[in-house]
């Protein structure tokens, strides 16, 4: 049975006024924030495919408009030539553009593949530990590659304390095989082998990122099937840079130890006649679950 007040009515009203605040506040005062995932696409000079001179202004816009609290990044690169990993301009880029966020899941390149960067507001969250596994036979080599052989892919992941209800959870970032359906089935399986001990420790966990599967695919079951969640997502999210919904979502946010609340955030526009990317960033607002007897949410409890 739903209760108002005085404050849930405010609250209701503050995301009906201002959709895009992204800091939800919940009828009940559990703290609510929203989750974004952007697949920018990589910069590569020798392909004219995107160029990103032409379309970083749009991509400043496409972040500061979704608004998230917490964004994961796919295809934040620069292919400047084998080994050399030490430049990410688009990085650098959202970073100036978007002074609201700090980065983690960073760090120098030859330790930590920092082109899967997860943003966040420091005045919400503190990061408290970053890793990565690499979706190979051997996950903590970095820069392995995978089973059937391709480009060299990861999750990247950042467990962080919510400075308001002193709670902690995981943000894990994926992003999965385009083309090889055995590396994705794989990836999924790693993923899920990875996150079921945390889950396992009634930890909350988020799994977000550009997965090249519908929700109703094996890499998505996979994740399903040790508990996660799939938020919702209405429409496609790749359209090949000109606009072509051609087939549901491919890039997804899923958890556990949240509810969702309201509808997913999709960014099916153009700002000024520019695509960000041949992908759309999604945002999907989450609070976390209430607290059942013997049950406690997360790693960490208020003072």
Known sequence: MLKFNYSSIAA????????????????????????????????SPRRPKLPWEERRDAVAEAVNELNADIIGFQEMETFIGRGERTENIQLKW?????????????????????????????????????????????PDEIYSRPWDPSFASFASWVQ??????????????????????????????????????WLNEQESVIVL????????????????????????????????NRGLNLFPAIDHVLYSGFEEIGET?????????????????????????EEEPGFQVGGLQPN
């Open 12 to 43: 209701l009203l503050t995301l009906c006024v201002f959709p895009g605040t992204g800091y939800l506040q919940t009828t009940d005062d559990n703290q609510g924030f929203s989750v974004g995932s952007f697949n920018v696409h990589y910069v």
């Open 94 to 138: 959202v970073l100036e553009n978007s002074s609201q966020y700090a980065a983690a899941a960073i760090g120098d390149p030859e330790l930590y593949p920092s082109t899967q960067p997860i943003l966040y507001r420091p005045n919400l969250f503190e990061p408290l530990e970053q890793g990565f596994f690499f979706f190979s036979e051997t």
């Open 160 to 197: 962080f304390a919510d400075l308001n209800s002193g709670q902690s959870f995981r943000v894990v970032n994926v992003h999965f095989d385009h083309s090889s359906k055995l590396n994705r089935h794989n990836s999924a399986q790693l993923v899920a082998d990875r996150i079921e001990p």
């Open 209 to 240: 990122g550009d997965f090249n599967a519908l929700t109703w695919f094996k890499p998505i079951n996979t994740l399903k099937s040790v508990g996660m969640e799939v938020a919702d997502t209405e429409g496609s999210t790749f359209h090949f």
């Open 265 to 289: 955030l999709r960014l099916n526009k153009q700002y000024q006649g520019v695509w960000p990317s041949d992908h759309y960033p999604i945002k999907v607002a989450l609070k976390f679950k």
